[in-house]
């Protein structure tokens, strides 16, 4: 079955690093969207980042545009965020989710297959 395993989460402070993961099983993601969402309490989610894999077009919400950096290892079937000079208002839960897609572009609604999520906490 297509699953995303999330990880990479966790405590950090303010100015600091975490790179979160994302490994897809059941399916490999060359044709595929790959997006990371953030939800807060009491906000809507929104899509922080999100690649193409099989034509490499990546977009990034301009919130986090020259502090987050998306990547991918196709041989590991993984996605990676890089996350850097993290702020308090970047707290949030991510989630990692695909969509299958023949488009060339990652900026496409609604993902249909999610990950379980992963907390990410920027406090000092």
């Known amino acids: 079955q297509v699953q995303l395993v999330e990880s990479g989460g966790g405590l950090v402070q303010p100015g600091g690093s975490l790179r979160l993961s994302c490994t897809a099983s059941?399916?490999?993601?060359?044709?595929?969207?790959i997006g990371w969402f953030r939800q807060a309490p009491g906000k809507e989610r929104e899509r922080v980042s999100c690649v193409s894999i099989r034509y490499g077009e990546t977009s990034y919400a301009d919130s986090v545009k020259g502090r987050f950096t998306i990547s991918r290892d196709n041989a590991e079937n993984t996605v990676y965020l890089q996350m850097n000079s993290l702020k308090p208002e970047d707290t949030a839960v991510y989630y990692c989710?695909?969509?299958?897609?023949?488009?060339?572009?990652?900026?496409?609604?609604?993902?249909?297959?999610w990950g379980q999520g992963t907390q990410v906490t920027v406090s000092s």
């Open positions: 989710a695909a969509l299958a897609t023949s488009a060339p572009t990652c900026r496409l609604s609604p993902y249909n297959y």
């Open positions: 059941g399916f490999t993601l060359d044709y595929y969207a």
